[in-house]
């Protein structure tokens, strides 16, 4: 086993042991009912009164000791818990079919096994339970629903000693009193890599990826620079004299330099944009057609374009991309409510119903940072899919 997929084996390995060990009478707990959810079926009999725990699916640190001894212990533990895998489809649904080995493990044994797609190195999309029967053991993922993207998988089998039966727990204690090797193995873990799909499939997918994210960022501009017009030029009725306004236009990021060619064109646009403006008082009317009507309903479009790009396949390739994205775009909506109670308030009207939201939002006011933290996030985005990265769908 090479270097790079021991490195990712103990990811996995690391943040199933960190968790503590919980057992609980009765039976199995029921599979999470959302949809997407990472699936943990019941595994069959256990040879013992305490029901198994699921493994959660969190990230875990991977500690110096996770790392040591992974890449010397791997053929070693390949001679006590091994398998192979296959492709299948049942009623032309995606599964896999997982048969392995543990000639040493008792009886009820429980494996994890787990399927990921090659870049999501530590975030499975599906779990579900083996039981060792004899020394084999087999499981299926899937069928799924909806379709794989074409590409690399891993499939991981988990063998976490302090998750078993109290009767496997003791069997192994009786294991190790004859001098069985097992006290060097309270966790096993093994990996095996399958290609879904085709070559074309794979390239063809990339190349909708792409176009559905840089179209997704572009219709993102396009609305806050439909937005910034609407309240940059609104925003003169907030001041008697045009270089107060620049000013503010200046503190609020909207323009950079106003005596500039750009800057100067933006600003001589925005002054000669009146369709809010009535007479020297807001025009109410035109102002909530435009935002709640228009503008709302385009971001509600992108979100529920990219909610359905989500769903078309059964795992995302690029999660952290999708989350990042969904922030953007939720970021964007809560600016259209900001932007607009700065409006009402700086112009000395009660806030729109509508805009409520706006007064506790998570961002501290509307100012130059805000639309920086903005075309951040959409950077951040557009890095990740460019970069095929797939952290954790934090914004940096």
Known sequence: MTTWRGAMAAVLVAWAAALPARAQEGSPEA??????????????????EESLPDVPLENMPLTPEDEAGMEGASRREEELLSF??????????????????????PDGSTIYVSARYYYT?????DVVK?????????????????????????????????????????EVKRLRGEGDEWDRFE???????????FAADEEREEAARLEHYTGA?????????????????TGRLMFQEEEAWVAWLVSRGY????????????VRDWKD?????????LDESAWRAWLDEDLRRRVAQLQQDHAAYQDRAAASKYPAADVDLGQLLGSLYRMTMDLSVEVYTGLGLEVHPNDQVGLHGMQPGVDAGSRARLFHQAELVLRRVQAKDVGEGEGE
């Open 84 to 105: 192979t895998i296959a492709a299948g489809m049942d009623g032309g649904m995606a599964k896999v079919l997982v048969n392995g080995q543990a000639p040493k493990l």
């Open 187 to 197: 966790r096993l873990h093994e990996v095996e890599s399958i290609y879904f799909g």
């Open 255 to 266: 323009v950079k330099d106003p005596a500039g060619k750009a800057g100067s064109r933006k």
């Open 130 to 170: 083996a039981v060792v029967t004899e020394g084999m053991w087999s499981a299926v993922l899937g069928p799924y629903e909806r379709p794989l993207y074409a590409g690399n998988y891993y499939v991981d089998a988990l063998f976490l000693l302090d998750r078993q039966s109290g009767l496997v727990r003791d």
């Open 217 to 233: 960022l572009k219709r993102f501009e396009q609305v806050y620079a439909d937005l910034e017009q609407a309240v940059a030029s």
């Open 31 to 48: 599979p999470p009912e959302a949809p997407g959810a990472p699936r943990a079926p019941e595994g069959g009999e256990g040879g013992g």
């Open 273 to 281: 944009d009146h369709r809010f403006q009535n007479g020297e008082r």
């Open 121 to 125: 190195a530590n975030e499975p999309f």
